[in-house]
């Protein structure tokens, strides 16, 4: 039980005590609604009057601006405990729906068609409600019609044809607005009150009201609608959708946008189409229409980098046949007279390099100067996708009236009940309630940061597991494998390689420990941040953003880290093996290097991540509802619109920030390895427009209405975007340099294949595969390492080297086995294209994050315009009221003036 729990049950034994339940029974009035002119009166239960589409009270003129739903429980006699606690529960109810009234809204209760126990009560906020709290909260409302002519775009040809149908969904009108006041109502567009106030913003306005009202008389900490959800005293809250998903409503008056979204953007046979963001954001909010946003401008430019990315791939399979290195290690001639020697101790056999021609053909596929040039496209393509997206955003925030948004966020409800500290606020210089002092701040967040790095340290755990893992399993499938190989299994034999069984099984098990840690790590994120208290919403979700990326980051891109840069990198050489934990010989590289296994470590987990993903966001909510579904056909009663929503799944709070999360990291394997694996971006693109679909299908059709709520921008993810998207291009550097096979090659091809150092007069490639593997003397192997068991063609007698990859002094040479000249002309290569292509790349984003302003030119005269016409319209109609009652006291005055001169005229005569 949570101390939540405890302190609520402990308050109930002082409220309630023995033999006083009867005193304690509550007077239900269910209904405060009220009709205007009229007083508050407590009327009966309202009867559903059989009208499935209506979303108004029972007078059909009141709009529903909000939904709760209880149970009233059964009085049991002889239980004290649960008596006092049902008891408490009505009080609250009672109190909470009363301070509701006082706040000015009204209220319907209308019970359950299917269960007489559930009751919903129907919340209505009245003009002068909505005004009040519009100007409380800031809201921005339209003035008058914008009268800037908007450009229109060079592609608008092209845009039209994805574009929804405007006959079904018209554009909105577009108005100057400005923060509501009630004394200058008359400066605001409200010829239709009805249309003034959306139903988003009528359902804000109520949900403000709902998180501040108290439910405990004297107990100011006490209030907000989401404890008493908590504690189970209201079952659900939630605003209605205007109508059925698939079928319109029967009131010729209701805009049937959920239909329209279903039909327009939900459904599938759109995949295709652009968004109807307006309408996104005028029915679910600016929050759910800024990510969707962000969401459809993502993958519109993966486009971009996912066709790029398959003209890379189609080059790699042209250029497969003409790979000379590769055709070296196929060819029976050079590989398969070079032996290689074994990759583990004693029981693993020498082998022929031919025998890894397939690997080495697909491994041309991805490591080949395509490849190089795609990851320097990747690099500028990351820093245009965020400048741009910098521009569409400032255009949303000035179109949806979210510029200002930070000043007007209201502080979480949470963070208001433990307020018991004054302080002196150092910018008003008035004394405020804080929850914690500045000592107990830092020590919450030492706390937070402490818990993240200890979660992180097991991610660590885990992935020295799965090398341990890796290093123990490919010495059994070394010795094994090629025993298990049937006839039935021998078209395989070139492809289920130990290397490539130890990767694949390696990779499946890293994603299930991935998932497993995600999902209590969620769990401790959440109570780390609920612990730390943020100030607002805003706050809140930076907070928990920054702990489960890092934490996510970790997990996910640990071991394609280990892959990339330190398998196959400290292994010594076969006289002088290195071994993990004294026990396990650290595992080699493929002799063509290690990117063939990056690329199928990302194809696992990227590819799992997204089908799994998928899975749960589409099958768990259907299958819920379907029960839901289920249990209700047996009743052919028909369900108001309130019930038919109750029904519905609910959606948590941090519904959104876990979309936003999956596509960050996405975005990461999209971007943080594509030198590796150049069809990345082309996956996310899929992945991108199915997940678009998935979510709208999802918030449209299985979930109750979202509350509408406001975002300026996408928070601190982009913060995070633009630090993934440094890291990519450092990354990308170092994949080139130290994972493929690149500079290697590069240096060959110049340097060592011509005079003096090589022997051909032109630069070429023919030689290189001989030049990467080095010599090693088979009695110079030690009684640990040295293999008993030899393949049938081998002859110990005559055969007295072997080979290997690195590049070392032969034996003989005064440095036998130490690293020869060759590797440190290599290494100093690598330093030197690493630094060089930082630069050039660091140097282009600079360049074109200079030449694209973060705030179009358009934008930005539509700023000064609509300041300008706030200052005339608002404040100088403010001036004109003053000089016209200035004029009228003046009037007076004068008319005073001259009637006391008469007066004393007469008085003279």
């Given at each position: 039980m949570s101390s939540f729990d405890s302190d609520e049950e402990q308050m109930e034994m002082e409220e309630f005590p023995d033999g006083d339940e009867e005193f304690c029974v509550q007077t239900y009035t269910p209904n405060y609604g009220t009709l205007s002119g009229q007083e508050h009166r407590a009327v009966e239960l309202v009867e559903f009057d059989g009208n499935e589409d209506s979303v108004f009270f029972a007078d059909g003129q009141r709009r529903i601006d909000f939904i709760l739903v209880y149970e009233e429980e059964q009085r049991k006699q002889g239980d004290r405990k649960k008596m006092r606690s049902i008891l408490s529960k009505k009080r609250k109810r009672a109190l909470f729906q009363e301070n509701l009234k006082k706040a000015g809204l009204q209220i319907e209760a209308t019970r359950s068609v299917l269960d007489f126990k559930t009751i919903f009560l129907?919340?209505?906020?009245?003009?002068?409600?909505?005004?009040?709290?519009?100007?409380?909260?800031?809201i921005k409302l339209p003035l008058f019609s914008n009268d800037l002519k908007q450009k229109t775009s060079t592609f608008n040809c092209i845009t039209k044809l994805f574009s929804v149908d405007e006959e079904k969904i018209p554009p909105e009108d577009e108005y100057f607005t400005a923060p509501f006041e009630m004394n200058r109502i008359k400066s605001f567009h409200t010829q239709n009150r009805d249309a003034f106030f959306t139903p988003a913003t009528r359902s804000r306005i109520v949900n403000y009201i709902l998180n501040r009202s108290e439910y405990k008389r004297g107990k100011p900490s006490k209030f907000g609608i989401t404890k008493l959800l908590d504690s189970n005293t209201y079952k659900a809250a939630y605003t209605l959708h205007d109508c059925k998903f698939n079928q319109k409503s029967s009131d010729p008056l209701c805009p049937n946008e959920r239909f329209l979204l279903y039909q327009e953007w939900a459904h599938p046979k759109n995949f295709y189409k652009l968004q109807p963001l307006d309408l996104i954001r005028k029915y679910y909010g600016e929050k759910i229409g800024i990510y969707f946003a962000w969401l459809g401008f993502y993958t519109g430019m993966l486009a971009i980098a996912g066709f790029t990315g398959l003209l890379c791939?189609?080059?790699?399979?042209?250029?497969?046949?003409?790979?000379?290195?590769?055709?070296?290690?196929?060819?029976?001639?050079?590989?398969?007279?070079?032996?290689?020697?074994?990759?583990?101790?004693?029981?693993?056999?020498?082998w022929r390099l031919n025998i890894t021609c397939q690997s080495s053909r697909k491994l041309s596929i991805f490591d080949n100067y395509g490849t190089l040039a795609y990851a320097v496209f990747m690099a500028i393509w990351v820093?245009?996708?965020l400048e741009f997206w910098k521009r569409r955003q400032a255009e949303l925030e000035y179109e949806w009236d979210t510029v200002e948004l930070e000043q007007e966020e209201p502080r979480r409800a949470e963070y208001e009940a433990k307020c018991t500290m004054r302080r002196k606020n150092p910018i008003t210089q008035e004394e405020e309630m804080v929850p914690y002092s500045?000592?107990?701040?830092?020590?919450?967040?030492?706390?937070?940061?402490?818990?993240?790095?200890?979660?992180?340290?097991?991610?660590?755990?885990?992935?020295?597991?799965?090398?341990?893992?890796?290093?123990?399993?490919?010495?059994?499938?070394?010795?094994?494998?090629?025993?298990?190989?049937?006839?039935?299994?021998?078209?395989?034999?070139?492809?289920?390689?130990?290397?490539?069984?130890?990767?694949?099984?390696?990779?499946?098990?890293?994603?299930?420990?991935?998932?497993?840690?995600?999902?209590?790590?969620?769990?401790?994120?959440?109570?780390?941040?609920?612990?730390?208290?943020?100030?607002?919403?805003?706050?809140?979700?930076?907070?928990?953003?920054?702990?489960?990326?890092?934490?996510?980051?970790?997990?996910?891109?640990?071991?394609?880290?280990?892959?990339?840069?330190?398998?196959?990198?400290?292994?010594?050489?076969?006289?002088?093996?290195?071994?993990?934990?004294?026990?396990?010989?650290?595992?080699?590289?493929?002799?063509?290097?290690?990117?063939?296994?990056?690329?199928?470590?990302?194809?696992?987990?990227?590819?799992?991540?997204?089908?799994?993903n998928n899975i749960q966001e589409v099958l768990i909510p259907w299958l819920k509802n379907l029960i839901s579904r289920c249990k209700t056909k047996s009743s052919e009663n028909v369900l108001p619109r309130w019930e038919q929503d109750y029904q519905l799944q609910s959606i948590s709070k941090l519904g959104l920030f876990y979309e936003y999360l999956e596509m960050v990291i996405q975005f990461g394997f999209a971007t943080i390895f594509v030198a590796s694996f150049p069809l990345a971006p082309l996956l996310a693109l899929i992945n991108n427009i199915i997940e678009i679909r998935v979510d709208a299908w999802k918030i449209t059709t299985q979930f109750r209405r979202i509350l509408p709520a406001k975002a300026q921008d996408i928070g601190t993810w982009l913060p995070i975007l633009n630090g993934v998207a440094i890291f990519a291009a450092v990354t990308n550097a170092l994949i080139i340099a130290f994972t493929s096979d690149m500079i290697p090659r590069l240096v060959y091809y110049w340097t060592l294949s011509v005079v003096p150092f090589g022997e051909h007069s032109s630069p070429t490639m023919r030689g290189y595969t001989n030049s990467t593997l080095s010599v090693f003397r088979i009695a110079d192997f030690s009684n640990i390492s040295k293999p008993i068991n030899f393949p049938s063609w081998f002859d110990p007698e005559t055969q007295t080297t072997c080979r290997y990859r690195d590049?070392?002094?032969?034996?003989?040479?005064?440095?036998?086995?130490?690293?020869?000249?060759?590797?440190?002309?290599?290494?100093a290569a690598k330093l030197a294209f690493i630094i060089v292509m930082e630069h050039v790349v660091f140097g282009v984003k600079f360049l074109v994050s200079y030449w694209i302003p973060d705030v179009p030119k358009h934008i930005k005269e539509q700023i000064k315009r609509e300041t300008y016409l706030t200052q005339k319209i608002l404040h100088e109609s403010h001036l004109s009221e003053w000089r016209n009652k200035m004029t009228d006291a003046t009037k007076s005055l004068m008319k005073g003036s001259v009637s006391l001169k008469e007066h004393n005229k007469e008085l003279d005569i």
């Open positions: 129907k919340l209505h906020a009245p003009w002068e409600v909505l005004c009040r709290y519009a100007e409380v909260l800031h791939f189609i080059f790699g399979i042209l250029t497969m046949d003409y790979n000379t290195w590769s055709q070296e290690v196929c060819d029976p001639e050079i590989g398969g007279q070079l032996i290689m020697c074994p990759q583990c101790d004693r029981d693993c056999f020498y820093t245009v996708f500045a000592c107990g701040k830092c020590m919450r967040i030492f706390c937070g940061g402490t818990t993240v790095l200890f979660w992180i340290s097991l991610i660590i755990a885990s992935v020295v597991a799965i090398i341990v893992y890796r290093l123990a399993v490919f010495f059994e499938f070394s010795v094994n494998l090629p025993k298990a190989m049937d006839n039935d299994l021998e078209p395989l034999k070139d492809y289920l390689t130990p290397q490539m069984a130890t990767t694949v099984t390696a990779s499946l098990i890293n994603f299930v420990f991935i998932m497993i840690l995600n999902i209590i790590y969620e769990r401790v994120a959440i109570l780390i941040t609920d612990f730390e208290l943020p100030r607002t919403q805003t706050d809140y979700e930076n907070s928990l953003t920054l702990k489960m990326f890092l934490f996510q980051f970790v997990n996910y891109y640990s071991s394609c880290f280990y892959i990339a840069f330190f398998k196959g990198k400290i292994v010594g050489y076969p006289g002088e093996p290195v071994y993990w934990l004294g026990r396990f010989r650290n595992e080699e590289c493929d002799p063509g290097g290690c990117l063939i296994e990056l690329s199928t470590q990302l194809l696992v987990v990227m590819g799992g991540k997204a089908i799994w590049l070392r002094y032969p034996p003989g040479h005064p440095l036998e086995y130490y690293h020869s000249l060759y590797f440190w002309h290599i290494m």
